[in-house]
């Protein structure tokens, strides 16, 4: 069975950087983590050395569909929740992004 790609981002959200995950045996989906917090919620000041990596995200693109046929349950737009190693990263035109497995998601916000 051939691959297929994404949808395309619809017009509103489109962004200069068109970044289409292919499937393989699961949905893949990509995600642009959100920028990790510069302050505790007392008002110190985190420094870059102490920061943790973020583990929410919006999601920017989706794979069509799996080998079984399966649609994925998260849609463009969505911020999810995923694990702190999931995905893999990518810089793409200065700006980072996570391609994982939809299974790394565990809820959508």
């Given at each position: 069975m051939?691959?297929?790609?994404?949808?395309?981002?619809?017009?509103?959200?489109?962004?200069?950087?068109?970044i289409k995950p292919i499937a393989g045996t699961q949905n893949r989906?990509?995600?642009?983590?959100?920028?990790?917090?510069e302050k505790t919620a007392g008002g110190l000041i985190i420094p870059d050395t102490a920061k943790e990596k973020p583990q929410k995200g919006k999601v920017i693109s989706i794979s069509e569909i799996d080998e079984?046929?399966?649609?994925?349950?998260?849609?463009?737009?969505?911020?999810?929740?995923?694990g702190k190693y999931a995905g893999t990263e990518v810089t793409l035109e200065g700006k980072e992004y996570l391609i994982m497995r939809e299974s790394?998601?565990?809820?959508?916000?």
């Open positions: 051939p691959l297929k790609f994404c949808k395309p981002l619809n017009k509103q959200n489109m962004s200069k950087v068109s989906v990509v995600v642009e983590a959100a920028p990790a917090e079984k046929g399966n649609k994925p349950a998260v849609k463009v737009g969505d911020v999810v929740l995923y790394d998601i565990f809820a959508v916000i």
